[in-house]
């Protein structure tokens, strides 16, 4: 019992750590997506200018305002002129505002970290500008290791591979009783066909002893109906039978005896009942 609800407890510690990392995975897309939703740019900080602001590898979010509504103190997100030499984005404070010669709006930049203003003026040509509203620190490092397309494509494997895992533990667990069901009543089926099985080659082995039994009562009883038989024709036999004894022969025959009564005693005598013997010979007769 112990050990069940230990096994429990750690399934159940598995499947909230990995609906952690999924959330957590689903989270950083949404994070850099939605925001454009409604209107937000998103940018990485790769330098260290705005350090103690924003870090870097933070995510910030920019709202498009128009250009005439920028203050002293907005940070900003812009390509810096072409003669200052720098060729990346750059994100940096609006330190000084003013007006050139044709009277157009002239901005002055600084990172937070950096002890002197940018060494350039430039001007705005578009309409609306981004300003930061927000940051996400850390958050960038992941969009920009997202830039590698191996570690891209491990970024969406591995959650599929993490939802599809996950899925599948779910639908083992779900058909685990319809598993065990199924072989339950397989094992019961196979039990079945055994006792069947042995039932039908039992009884094969009995039929086989009964008509064994049978075939032995068969030759028993004509082996006795045999012997009677024979026993009746040598009864009749011998009541017919010739008896030779010396040159005559008689046959058997019954005689009657008379038992007389002779004063002193009884005296036997044989009175034949068939022709007398014919021959002189004949000594005895049985």
Not at 45 to 64: C, N, Q
Not at 103 to 115: C, E, F, H, M, S
Not at 140 to 149: E, F, H, K, Q
Not at 261 to 266: D, E, K, M, R, T
Request: hydrophobic share 40%; charged share 25%; proline share 5%.
């Amino acid at each position: 019992m112990a050990e069940k609800q230990k096994r429990s407890a750690l399934r159940r510690t598995g499947s909230a750590l990995g609906n952690l990392v999924l959330l957590v995975l689903v989270l950083i897309p949404l994070a850099y997506i939605v925001p454009s939703a409604f209107g937000y740019e998103r940018y990485v900080i790769t330098g260290g200018s705005m350090s103690g602001t924003f870090e870097k590898g933070s995510l910030v979010f920019e709202e498009p305002v128009p250009v005439e509504e920028l203050a002293v103190g907005d940070i900003i997100t812009y390509l810096p002129p072409p003669d200052s030499g720098v060729q990346t984005l750059v994100t940096h404070r609006i330190v000084e505002m003013g007006s050139d010669e044709n009277g157009r709006q002239v901005l002055i930049t600084q990172g937070d970290a950096n002890p002197d203003p940018d060494p350039w003026k430039f001007s705005l040509t578009a309409d609306t500008q981004p300003v930061v509203r927000a940051a996400v620190p850390h958050v960038g490092w992941v969009l920009i290791a997202m830039a590698d397309r191996e570690i891209r494509m491990l970024s969406i494997g591995i959650p599929a591979g993490l939802i599809a895992l996950m899925s599948l533990v779910e639908l083992l667990g779900a058909l685990r009783p319809s598993i065990r069901a199924a072989a339950k009543l397989e094992a019961e089926r196979a039990a079945a066909e055994k006792a069947a099985e042995k039932a039908a080659t039992l009884a094969a082995r009995q039929a086989e002893q009964d008509a064994r039994k049978a075939k032995q009562d068969r030759r028993s009883a004509a082996r006795r109906t045999g012997d009677r038989r024979r026993a009746g024709e040598q009864r009749r036999a011998g009541a017919g039978r010739r008896v030779r004894h010396g040159k005559t022969t008689v046959t058997n025959c019954v005689c009657s005896v008379e038992l007389l009564q002779i004063s002193g005693g009884a005296q036997l005598r044989n009175v034949p009942l068939v022709e007398e013997a014919r021959s002189r010979d004949l000594t005895h007769i049985r």
